[in-house]
Structures are given as C-alpha cells and as structure tokens.
C-alpha cells in the first residue's frame, strides 16, 4: 500500500499504521525550506524562553529582521493573531505552567501540579490538534510539519516509522497496548526480554521513562526518575530504583493509561567508565552537531546528572565507523522530510562500531554553546545559525558561542537540557 506524502513523494505505509506514519522516498523527498525575500521569520513558542531569545539572536546576527513571537498560550486558546508573510518556526511549548496547565490540567483535575508525569496523552491531543488548524490556515507557511512532528512525539509510530525505513532500531515489544504490570510482564517472559525501557508513548527527557531489568532468579529493578507520593507520579531531578514489586506495578499501571513504547535495553558503549550514547543534531539532511552524553545511570540525559563527554574520544573510539554513526543520524531524519531540523539520539554499541537510533526530537536543538562539527556544514555556528543558514540566510555564528564540547572535559556538568516538555522541577514538600 503506497499514499503520498506532503512533499509529493510516494510513500509505502507503515505495517500496522494504515492512516498513520509513511516511510519517505529518499533523500531526494525532503521539503525545500528558504527565507521569503523580506526575511520575516515568526516563532511559535513561549515568549521570554530561552528557545526564543537565542533563536532571535542568531536571527539579528544574520542580519534578519527580529523574528515575530506566536505565543503558544494564545495559540491554544484561540486567541492568536498572525503576523503577515514570512516563516512560521515551531518551538516547543515546554517549561511554561500556563500552558502545560492548559494542556494537561484538564485530564488532572484537582490533582493538576506542573511536577506532575501523567497527562501525555491529554498534551499530546492538544498540541498535535493545535498544530494541525494552524497548518490549515490560509496563507500560513510552517517551518516543519505538524504530522511529523505528531509521529515523532508518538514513540510508537516513530519506532514503526523508522523500522519500515530500515533504520536499526532497538527491537520492540510485539502485541499492541499494554494495559498494565501484570499483561507487561507476562508478555515480557514470552518474548525472552529480561532487561527493557518502558517509556510513556508521548514523554520526552527522560519524564516517566523506567529502566526494568528482571534477574536469573527473579530479581526485580526498577531505575527511573519518578517519585511515587500518595498514589501520584512525580518528575524528580533525582533517579531511584524500585525493588518491590508493588511499587514497580503501581508505576507501571498508572504509566499505562497514556499509552506505552517498550523496547529492548541496548548495552551502550562508555566513555571515562560511564555509559555514553550520541544526541545528533540534523539540519537539512546533514548532521552538524553531536554531543556525547554520559552517565552512571541507564538515562543518559544532561539535567538527571548526565554530563557532557568528549566528542574527539569518541571519534577516536569508533574510528572508521564514525562516518556511518553519523549517516545513521541522517537516515532516520530521512523519515522526515518536512522538519528541516530534528535531534537524533543515536546509541553506538559497545564496540562503538554499530549504532541503533533511540529517539527522533522535534525540538532537540536546545544545546546553547555548542559549536557545528569540524568541516561539516555548520562548522562555527551555533543550532540556531546553523538552520538559519540553511535557509538562506547569510551565515554568521550564533552569539556567545563557547568551544564545542570535545573541549568540555567529560565530567563537566552542562548547563543545558533536551527537548523538554513539562517542567521539570523537584517536587514540592
């Protein structure tokens, strides 16, 4: 079965999601993005957020005019005005509490707290519709795709999307919704998988996701950064593990009813002794960014006390593969040709010599200070200058850049996150 995609390239669709993700053509299918000839640029996002402010600097540094700001508060409540002409850039309506309250509070009722993981279904329900009347209204010109963007932010059609395209994968857990702790480990104990990551279908940093490993004699842990307090889940900037197994299925059964992505557990390679995986930033096909990522703890992200490792060690360490690390980035940006930029969390093997793609992040460009690779594309430009170049715009670096982050030594702790949705901020006691 083939449908054709927004860029009019034929696409076969994904096993099992017929209306739902479709495997791009090849290369050749990605969107032409450019600058309109005035320059205007108008950004959806939260006025004052860092996303913002920094694209907007990269923007006057190119000599462009100040971009417009959408607010996504307005957005969603109808209450928006566009400005005339010009590009319209999608930025990530996270780390604001009006708009989270808006978007979750809802489905939380009177036990609404920003901290709070559950809701992912009601937020995504509300973005994902939010994105697609914008892009029906006439005259609007996205820079990016709602529909993309709605199978990215679904890690179930983003796994589905990327296996049909051939991109290596972690293998997944086979037999549709899993409705609780008792049906996930059943099916877990069929299909052989000892160790696995349960992730919330439409979470992003890390926020409810559960490293499960299960021992040779039964042996039950549980690695994750939710804090279970009085029934509820909260986001906590501190990983826990969870041995009693009333816990975990309590975690589990109340994860559940926003929709799972459970897949295999891949031994990572290290760095400096610590586990070590890639956030690869993509702009129009090309990777220009990467950032090694490293932990003690099975998560790997910055703000749950991963640090920045070196990306010179490892080059060095993957050696000849290093090219293919990076093709494999831009293979599974390939399965988005209408997003101009996405972050690629790639996940090299022990070895170093293979990789597996974990994630695709529609807003993983948030690495302040990070400079583009030696003789690649961005060579010198921050992750804003980098897209604004390819769109034409003339090429200058973004402001207060620093070294990249091979400069950084590895246990330096990065002042930055990735793609975040909801705020993530210690519960309050």
Not at 340 to 350: I, K, Q
Request: aromatic share 4%.
């Amino acid at each position: 079965m083939q449908t054709t995609g927004p860029d009019g390239s034929v696409r076969p669709t994904v096993p099992g999601h017929p209306d739902g993700p479709t495997v791009p053509s090849g290369r050749a299918g990605r969107a032409a993005h450019r600058l309109p000839p005035s320059g205007r640029l108008t950004v959806l996002g939260n006025p004052g957020h860092r996303r913002v402010t920094l694209f907007a600097a990269a923007a006057r540094a190119a000599g462009l005019p100040e971009p417009a700001v959408l607010p996504w508060i307005d957005l969603l409540r109808g209450t928006h005005r566009l400005p005339e002409g010009g590009l319209l850039r999608i930025e990530s309506p996270g780390e604001d509490e009006a708009v989270d309250a808006l978007l979750r509070g809802p489905a939380l009722g009177t036990g609404y707290a920003p901290t709070r993981v559950e809701g992912g279904a009601a937020w995504y329900a509300g973005v994902t519709a939010a994105l697609r009347a914008l892009a029906r209204t006439p005259g609007v010109r996205l820079l990016g795709d709602p529909e993309e963007i709605a199978v990215m932010f679904d890690k179930r059609r983003a796994h589905a999307l990327l296996s049909a395209a051939g991109v290596p994968v972690p293998r997944a857990l086979a037999g549709g919704t899993v409705t609780g702790w008792e049906e996930l480990r059943a099916r877990l104990g069929e299909a052989g998988l000892r160790r696995v990551f349960v992730k919330p279908a439409h979470g992003s940093s890390a926020s409810g996701v559960v490293a499960l490993e299960f021992g040779p004699r039964g042996q039950l842990r549980a690695t994750t950064s939710v804090e279970l307090t009085d029934g509820r889940l909260f986001n906590s900037l501190r990983v826990r593990r969870y041995q009693d197994e009333r816990l975990v299925a309590e975690l589990v059964d109340r994860l559940a009813p926003d929709g799972l992505h459970v897949e295999q557990w891949i031994p990572k390679a290290s760095q400096a002794g610590r586990s070590a995986d890639l956030r690869v930033v993509v702009v129009a096909g090309r990777a220009t960014h990467v950032v090694v990522r490293t932990s003690a703890q099975p998560m790997t992200n910055l703000h749950l006390g991963g640090a920045r490792g070196s990306v010179e060690a490892a080059r060095e360490a993957a050696g000849r593969a290093w090219p293919t690390l990076l093709e494999t980035a831009e293979r599974a940006a390939d399965c988005f040709p209408g997003s101009p930029m996405v972050g690629v969390d790639v996940l090299p093997t022990a070895d170093w010599r293979r990789s597996l793609v974990g994630e695709v992040n529609a807003f993983g460009d948030l690495l302040p200070k990070l400079t583009g690779l030696p003789g690649g594309p961005a060579e010198g430009l921050d992750t804003y200058a980098a897209q604004l170049a390819a769109l034409g715009a003339p090429p200058a670096p973004g402001p207060g850049q620093a070294p990249a982050p091979e400069q950084t030594p590895a246990t330096e702790r990065a002042p930055t996150s990735e793609e975040p949705n909801h705020p993530r901020t210690e519960q309050p006691r």
